[in-house]
């Protein structure tokens, strides 16, 4: 009976340390989806920021008239 004692012991011991890594695990990955909605956020604002831009006044260059030098 003192080897089945031994064992169980072994795998409660072995399933404490495993539920306390899923816990780690768990708040870890709790942190990088707050970071990921945040940075999805971001990028959506520089997004619709971009798009309330007004096109510039200057030309592009394949448009442009060459100066009468040329």
């Known amino acids: 009976m003192n080897s089945l004692e031994a064992r169980i012991t072994e795998l409660e011991t072995k399933v404490a340390y495993q539920d306390e890594t899923i816990d780690i695990l768990n708040d870890e990955l709790k942190q990088h989806q707050m970071a990921m909605a945040k940075i999805t956020r971001q ?9 309330e831009i007004k ?5 592009s260059e394949e448009h442009e008239t060459l100066p009468p030098h040329y």
């Open 43 to 51: 990028i959506e604002l520089v997004g619709e920021k971009l798009k």
């Open 55 to 59: 096109p510039s006044s200057v030309v």
